[in-house]
């Protein structure tokens, strides 16, 4: 939500996730402590505002070769079986929801395609968010997307 909004109150974040101030802001202050997010107070001492910090969240991309290492498979395969005991695929038409988590056969060719085509359908996104987000349109949904090497043992 603080990507979409670019900077909130956490009175703002409250009423946008129907959540109470109290709770938002405990998980604020992790956030922040993680370097996440960044903190700065209003003219007034009692207001916040919250902002992403861009460099912690989109950090440079690794170098290809630590990208392939042995580890770093192994954490992308360890990330993908803790998020599928967490998430089963859900759709839920009466709730908006959509959840879909899986492991795919690409070739490196069909790889790129893919992670191209996945690009340009989220930039095509975030336009339509941010034209809807300026004219009060829509709701806010979380989006997120990842191809990731499943197995340490397959290249």
Do not use: C
């Not at 992403?52 to 079986?81: C, F, G, T």
């Not at 998430?87 to 790129?112: H, I, S, W």
């Not at 975030?126 to 979380?142: E, H, K, V």
């Amino acid at each position: 939500m603080l990507d979409v909004l670019d900077e909130a109150r956490t009175s703002d974040l409250a009423s946008e996730l129907g959540a109470a101030a109290n709770k938002v802001s405990y998980h604020l202050s992790i956030l922040e402590a993680g370097g996440f997010i960044n903190k700065r107070v209003g003219a007034d001492a009692r207001e916040t505002w919250w902002s992403v910090d861009e460099e912690k969240m989109n950090p440079p991309q690794p170098d290809p070769a630590e990208r392939d290492s042995e580890d770093s498979r192994a954490a992308s395969y360890a990330i993908l079986e803790y998020l599928r005991s967490l998430v089963p695929d859900v759709t839920d038409e009466e709730k908006n929801q959509f959840v879909m988590l899986g492991v795919v056969f690409l070739t490196p060719d069909q790889r790129k395609d893919l992670a191209n085509r996945l690009s340009e359908l989220y930039d095509e996104i975030r336009g339509l968010s941010d034209t809807n987000r300026l004219s009060g349109d829509g709701a806010l949904y979380a989006l997120g997307a990842q191809l990731l090497p499943a197995r340490p043992d397959q290249r």
